[in-house]
T-cell receptor
Framework: DGGITQSPKYLFRKEGQNVTLSCEQNLNHDAMYWYRQDPGQGLRLIYYSQIVNDFQKGDIAEGYSVSREKKESFPLTVTSAQKNPTAFYLC??????????????FGPGTRLLVL | AQKITQTQPGMFVQEKEAVTLDCTYDTSDQSYGLFWYKQPSSGEMIFLIYQGSYDEQNATEGRYSLNFQKARKSANLVISASQLGDSAMYFCAMREGRNSGNTPLVFGKGTRLSVIA
């Protein structure tokens, strides 16, 4: 079945530690996105990528880094510079079209907790 | 300024009744798209319905319909015949621009809907 997978489902981070969240899709989508969700805040964009080896900062990129070496994969690293990383992280993807109707499809999410 | 405003943090509805979830948006673009997503307690985001700015008719998908009032910049979601499984967070989102298909969506803060038996 085609879809988006995120792992792990739960992730625990110690102070000063970098952690990486995995996002893989087999939908042959060109564009991929990372959002952060805090209670009462909706979804906020961290990074997005429209093609391999290229990505753009979103509204809250500080303390995060990404890479896009393969079309299928868009991992997100939460660095020690991110002082408040506890949140629910959602990865999404979409095809590369011009139409504003293009739907974004989401993975099941990763919940990050700080120890 | 908020691009998407959802003014109802929480809503209750009796099973089998209809409910309207409000969404207003702010854009100066003539071309844009509006989306509604459902997020159950499991956390996954489920796409429900889409309305384009040039669509002359309100979008419908099964029990979901969109009350699109362009002049008022509102795109309210109507759920008919509510079911217990409709209890979830609901998010309104927008994408602006004529050729914006691969750009990120901007989301509102959501409305938590609770369906009562």
């Amino acid at each position: 079945d085609g879809g988006i997978t995120q792992s792990p489902k739960y992730l625990f981070r110690k102070e000063g530690q970098n952690v990486t969240l995995s996002c893989e899709q087999n939908l042959n989508h060109d564009a991929m996105y990372w959002y952060r969700q805090d209670p009462g805040q909706g979804l906020r964009l961290i990074y997005y990528s429209q093609i391999v080896n290229d990505f753009q900062k979103g509204d809250i990129a500080e303390g995060y880094s990404v890479s896009r070496e393969k079309k299928e994969s868009f991992p997100l690293t939460v660095t020690s510079a991110q002082k408040n990383p506890t949140a629910f992280y959602l990865c999404a993807s979409s095809t590369l079209t011009r139409s504003p109707q293009e739907t974004q499809y989401f993975g099941p999410g990763t919940r990050l907790l700080v120890l | 300024a908020q691009k998407i405003t959802q003014t109802q943090p929480g809503m209750f509805v009796q099973e089998k009744e209809a409910v309207t979830l409000d969404c207003t948006y702010d854009t100066s673009d003539q071309s844009y798209g509006l989306f509604w997503y459902k997020q159950p307690s499991s956390g996954e985001m489920i796409f429900l319905i889409y309305q384009g700015s040039y669509d002359e008719q309100n979008a419908t998908e099964g029990r979901y319909s969109l009350n699109f009032q362009k002049a008022r910049k509102s795109a309210n979601l109507v759920i008919s015949a509510s079911q217990l499984g409709d209890s979830a967070m609901y998010f309104c989102a927008m994408r602006e621009g004529r050729n914006s298909g691969n750009t990120p969506l901007v989301f509102g803060k959501g409305t938590r809907l609770s369906v009562i038996a």
